[in-house]
C-alpha cells in the first residue's frame, strides 16, 4: 500500500510549523543581543575605573547637591563639564539614591552603555528586516572587543551617555523608517531625542540636525493636522530645551559653550596630531581588518534583502516632473537606506572633526562615538540558511566566513595594550589613562576619590592645607614640591586655593570652600582665555604662569613672602596688565554677582567673551591692552 501525501498537506504542516520556529529565531537573536550586552558590561565592569577627569565632572554635581548652581568653585560661574545632559544625569541618580557620587557614576554609566549595545544591536536587526533565520553580533563584536571601548564604558565621563544616545536614536530612525504610518507622538520623541545632541556633547550637533532635516522632510502618511503645523510642532520638541538651555548658558555663564572649548581651542586646527590621534587607534588593533570584512559581509548580506530606497516601477520610468523630483526625494528619506546615509555621513563628519582639532590626549576616546556611529548598520548580520534560496551560489557563503575572521580577530585585539612606554604615554601625549593611573596610584580599579591620595604629592597637598589656618594659594614648585603663598598681611586670612593640572582628585579630596584652579583652564578664565603654545602636548597646550594665579588670588607679591622662584617685577607688571577694562569684564562675566544686567548683558558679549585671548606675557599684555605706564 502507497501512502500519498498531497502538496496542500505539505503546505499545511509547513504554515503551521513557521510560527514556531520564527519564534525559536526571535528567541535566540533576542538572547544573542542580550548576552553580548551582557559580555560588554563584564568586560566594563573588569576594567572599571574613574578618571581624573571623571572626577572633574563629580566636583560639580557636589556643588549642584550643596545648593551652590551646576559651578566648579561656589562663586565662579564656569562650566567646567561639557556634557550637560552627564551632569544632570548624575546629579538626578545621586539625590534620588543618596549614594556615593563615585558608585552612582559607575553604574550609571556601566547601565549605559549596555544599554547602548542593546539598541545598537535591536536597530540593526530591524534594517536587515523580517526573513532572517538568525542575527549574529558582527559590529558588536567589534566594538566590545576593542579595549577603549570597554575602558570608557565607565570612566566617569559622558563617553558612555554618548554612545547610548546614538544607539536609541539609530533605533527610533529605523523604526520610524519601517513603519507604514507616522505615530505623532512616536515622532516628536524621536525629534525630542534628536534636538537633545548638544545637551550631551556640543559636536553631535551635527548628528541631531541632519536627523531633524531628515524628520522634516520626509512625508507623514497619518498625520491629520496640517503639514506645516506638525513640523513646527516638531522643531518645536526638538528645540525647546537645547534653546532654552542655550540662552541660560550665555547668560549665566557669560560663553555660548562650555568653558572646555575655550581651554583647549575646540575650533582650533592640529591636523598633523589628528592623523597621529586616528592611526592611534586603528593601528595597533589593525582595526581596518574588521572594518573591511563587515563591509564585505554586508555585501553579502544585502544580496537576499534591499534595505535601501524604493525602486522606480517599470510604468514610471518617463521622464519625472519637478514636482515629482522632489516627491520621490522626500519619500526616499523615510527609508532605512538614507537611516544607514544618516549614520555613516554623521560618523565621517565626526571623525573629520577630530582630527582636525588634533583628537585629544586619552587614547582613542574621542573617536569611539564616530566609530559606533560606523559600525551601526552591522551590529548584526542577517545569517540566512542560504541553501533555502534559488540563487545560492558558493560566494554566499561570504558572510558565515566573514564572521568567523570577525571572531578571530576579536579574540586576538581583545588583550592588545596599544601604547607599550613606561608611562603609558607616547612621545605624541596621548596615553593610555586608565594604566597611568593604575600604575600611579597603585590602585588596580581607581575609583574612590580616597584612591587618588596615593598620587604623587596628594596627601602632602592636603596636609598643608591643614597645617595653614590663615589659607593662601598652594602652587607647585621647580622641585615638584607644594609652595603656600600666604594673604600679603602677615595675619591676614584669606581662603585656600590650589593651583595645579590634576582637577579631580585635588577637588575630590578636598572641601567646596578650598578653590581648586589649574593652569590650562579648565576651571579658570584666566587661563582659558590665553593662546594655545603651538606644539604642546594635545589637551594640555594651555599653562598659564603661577605669577598671575599669584597676583589675580590677591596673595603676597613681595619677597620673602612670595616665593623666590617668582620675580617682583614680574608679579607688578602682572598686576598692570590685569587692569585691562576688557580683562577685568571677562572675569567679571563669571565672577560679578548674577543681577539681570548681568544676565542680559553676559547673553550680549557671550560671543566676544569666548573669541578673547590674553597674552600670558605681561608687557605684551600691556601693549595689547593700551595700557600706559609711567617710567622711572
Same mark, same amino acid.
Not at 214 to 236: D, H, K, S
Not at 585 to 594: C, V
Given at each position: 500500500m502507497t501512502l500519498t501525501i498531497s502538496p496542500d498537506t505539505v503546505r499545511g504542516e509547513e504554515l503551521a510549523a513557521a510560527p514556531t520556529a520564527q519564534r525559536a529565531s526571535h528567541i535566540i537573536s533576542v538572547s544573542g543581543i542580550l548576552f553580548t550586552a551582557a559580555l560588554f558590561a563584564i568586560g566594563g565592569w573588569k576594567r572599571r575605573w574613574i578618571a581624573d577627569d571623571g572626577l572633574t565632572v563629580l566636583r560639580t554635581v557636589r556643588n549642584l547637591l550643596a545648593g551652590n548652581g551646576p559651578v566648579f568653585n561656589a562663586g565662579e560661574r564656569v562650566e567646567v563639564n561639557t556634557s550637560t545632559a552627564w551632569t544632570y544625569l548624575i546629579w538626578f541618580f545621586s539625590w534620588l539614591t543618596q549614594a556615593r557620587l563615585e558608585y552612582v557614576v559607575l553604574v550609571l554609566a556601566l547601565t549605559l552603555s549596555a544599554t547602548a549595545i542593546v539598541f545598537a544591536m535591536l536597530g540593526a536587526a530591524r534594517l536587515w528586516g523580517g526573513g532572517a533565520q538568525f542575527f549574529l553580533p558582527a559590529g558588536a563584536l567589534v566594538y566590545i572587543a576593542l579595549p577603549p571601548a570597554r575602558d570608557y564604558a565607565t570612566s566617569g565621563l559622558e563617553s558612555s551617555l554618548v554612545i547610548c544616545w546614538l544607539a536609541v536614536l539609530w533605533w527610533w530612525l529605523i523604526r520610524w523608517s519601517r513603519t507604514e504610518k507616522v505615530n505623532p507622538a512616536s515622532i516628536l520623541g524621536l525629534s525630542f531625542v534628536a534636538g537633545s545632541a548638544p545637551l550631551i556633547r556640543p559636536e553631535l550637533t551635527v548628528v541631531g540636525a541632519l536627523a531633524l532635516?531628515?524628520?522634516?522632510?520626509?512625508?507623514?502618511?497619518?498625520?491629520?493636522?496640517?503639514?506645516?503645523?506638525?513640523?513646527?510642532?516638531?522643531?518645536?520638541a526638538a528645540g525647546l530645551m537645547p534653546v532654552a538651555h542655550q540662552i541660560w548658558r550665555m547668560g549665566y555663564y557669560g560663553l555660548p559653550y562650555p568653558n572646555t572649548a575655550v581651554a583647549k581651542d575646540a575650533s582650533g586646527a592640529k591636523w598633523r596630531q589628528g592623523l597621529i590621534y586616528l592611526w592611534n587607534l586603528v593601528g595597533p588593533y589593525w582595526l581596518w581588518v574588521p572594518l573591511m570584512v563587515l563591509g564585505v559581509a554586508a555585501v553579502a548580506a544585502m544580496r537576499h534583502r534591499v534595505i535601501g530606497f524604493p525602486a522606480i516601477t517599470p510604468g514610471n520610468l518617463t521622464k519625472p516632473t519637478p514636482r515629482e523630483r522632489i516627491h520621490r526625494f522626500r519619500v526616499r528619506l523615510r527609508t532605512p537606506g538614507t537611516a544607514v546615509a544618516l549614520m555613516l555621513t554623521s560618523g565621517a563628519l565626526l571623525t573629520l572633526y577630530e582630527i582636525r582639532v588634533g583628537g585629544d590626549f586619552m587614547h582613542a576616546r574621542m573617536l569611539l562615538p564616530p566609530l559606533f556611529c560606523a559600525l551601526l548598520p552591522v551590529m548584526v548580520l542577517p545569517l540566512d540558511s542560504f541553501a533555502a534560496h534559488?540563487?545560492?551560489?558558493?560566494?554566499?557563503?561570504?558572510?558565515?566566513?566573514?564572521?568567523?575572521?570577525?571572531?578571530?580577530?576579536?579574540?586576538?585585539?581583545?588583550?592588545?595594550?596599544?601604547?607599550?612606554?613606561?608611562?603609558?604615554?607616547?612621545?605624541?601625549?596621548?596615553?593610555?589613562?586608565?594604566?597611568?593611573?593604575?600604575?600611579?596610584?597603585? &590602585?588596580?580599579?581607581?575609583?574612590?576619590?580616597? $584612591?587618588?591620595?596615593?598620587?604623587? #604629592? +596628594? /596627601?602632602?597637598? !592636603?596636609?598643608?592645607?591643614?597645617?595653614?589656618?590663615?589659607?593662601?594659594?598652594?602652587?607647585?614648585?621647580?622641585?615638584?614640591?607644594?609652595?603656600?603663598?600666604?594673604?600679603?598681611?602677615?595675619?591676614?586670612?584669606?581662603?585656600?586655593?590650589?593651583?595645579?593640572?590634576?582637577?579631580?582628585?585635588?577637588?575630590?579630596?578636598?572641601?567646596?570652600?578650598?578653590?581648586?584652579?589649574?593652569?590650562?583652564?579648565?576651571?579658570?578664565?584666566?587661563?582659558?582665555?590665553?593662546?594655545?603654545?603651538?606644539?604642546?602636548?594635545?589637551?594640555?597646550?594651555?599653562?598659564?604662569?603661577?605669577?598671575?594665579?599669584?597676583?589675580?588670588?590677591?596673595?603676597?607679591?613681595? &619677597?620673602?613672602?612670595?616665593?623666590?622662584?617668582? $620675580?617682583?617685577?614680574?608679579?607688578? #607688571? +602682572? /598686576?598692570?596688565? !590685569?587692569?585691562?577694562?576688557?580683562?577685568?569684564?571677562?572675569?567679571?562675566?563669571?565672577?560679578?554677582?548674577?543681577?539681570?544686567?548681568?544676565?542680559?548683558?553676559?547673553?550680549?558679549?557671550?560671543?566676544?567673551?569666548?573669541?578673547?585671548?590674553?597674552?600670558?606675557?605681561?608687557?605684551?599684555?600691556?601693549?595689547?591692552?593700551?595700557?600706559?605706564?609711567?617710567?622711572?
Open positions: 532635516l531628515v524628520i522634516c522632510g520626509a512625508p507623514m502618511p497619518g498625520i491629520r493636522t496640517r503639514a506645516w503645523m506638525f513640523r513646527a510642532l516638531i522643531l518645536t534559488a540563487n545560492f551560489r558558493r560566494t554566499d557563503r561570504a558572510l558565515p566566513i566573514a564572521l568567523a575572521a570577525i571572531a578571530g580577530w576579536a579574540f586576538l585585539a581583545a588583550d592588545t595594550t596599544a601604547i607599550h612606554t613606561a608611562n603609558h604615554i607616547t612621545d605624541t601625549g596621548i596615553a593610555d589613562e586608565r594604566l597611568y593611573y593604575i600604575q600611579t596610584t597603585g &590602585h588596580a580599579h581607581p575609583i574612590r576619590a580616597e $584612591d587618588y591620595l596615593d598620587y604623587p #604629592r +596628594i /596627601r602632602a597637598m !592636603l596636609g598643608d592645607i591643614a597645617s595653614s589656618p590663615n589659607g593662601g594659594l598652594l602652587i607647585n614648585s621647580p622641585s615638584w614640591t607644594w609652595q603656600l603663598v600666604p594673604p600679603p598681611t602677615p595675619n591676614g586670612v584669606a581662603g585656600h586655593t590650589v593651583y595645579f593640572i590634576n582637577l579631580g582628585m585635588i577637588s575630590m579630596n578636598t572641601p567646596l570652600a578650598v578653590r581648586v584652579i589649574d593652569p590650562m583652564g579648565l576651571s579658570y578664565p584666566l587661563a582659558a582665555h590665553t593662546f594655545r603654545f603651538p606644539n604642546a602636548r594635545i589637551g594640555h597646550d594651555k599653562n598659564l604662569d603661577n605669577d598671575w594665579a599669584v597676583i589675580d588670588a590677591g596673595m603676597a607679591d613681595k &619677597h620673602p613672602a612670595l616665593p623666590w622662584y617668582l $620675580d617682583e617685577g614680574w608679579a607688578t #607688571r +602682572i /598686576r598692570t596688565a !590685569l587692569t585691562c577694562p576688557r580683562t577685568q569684564d571677562l572675569l567679571a562675566s563669571t565672577r560679578a554677582p548674577l543681577t539681570f544686567d548681568r544676565f542680559q548683558r553676559n547673553i550680549r558679549q557671550s560671543l566676544g567673551y569666548a573669541a578673547y585671548r590674553i597674552d600670558r606675557v605681561p608687557e605684551n599684555e600691556m601693549q595689547r591692552c593700551a595700557i600706559v605706564t609711567r617710567t622711572r
